[in-house]
């Protein structure tokens, strides 16, 4: 077991094989995935991880409540979007968010600096 985890949320089942693979491959150990703000709401509460990998749009609901407990527990979140980055509302301004299809080396860069920013988990 990786001592760096991450939690995926994401509903696109294609989408989640492919971040899980690309995530395995640094290393890094997936919590979840959550396909819902419902299950990863459940999974935040858990903890046992140190950063998140959220989809913005969750079945078309919103994940900006499971950001929210995420950033209230200090965790890292790097949002991902098959929308424009710009729509982010302004109390997330200034945290990483990446548009899909995304480059991997992209998506590892923003993760690593995630995990510098991580405090560690207990």
Do not use: W
């Not at 903890?47 to 900006?64: C, H, K, R, T």
């Not at 302004?90 to 920013?117: H, N, W």
């Amino acid at each position: 077991m990786s001592e760096r985890r991450a939690l995926l949320v994401e509903d696109s089942e294609l989408i989640l094989v492919g971040l899980q693979m690309l995530l395995e491959h640094y290393q890094i150990d997936v919590v979840g995935p959550a396909l819902t703000v419902e299950q990863a709401l459940a999974l935040v509460r858990q903890g046992g991880f140190d950063i998140a990998i959220l989809d913005i749009n969750l079945y078309n609901e919103p994940s900006y409540p499971v950001a929210d407990l995420l950033i209230e527990r200090g965790i890292p979140v790097i949002f991902t979007t098959g929308y424009m980055t710009d729509t982010l509302p302004p109390r997330f301004a200034g945290m990483p968010c990446i548009q899909k299809p995304y480059e991997s080396d992209a998506l590892i860069a923003l993760v690593e600096q995630a995990f510098t920013q991580a405090a560690p988990q207990t």
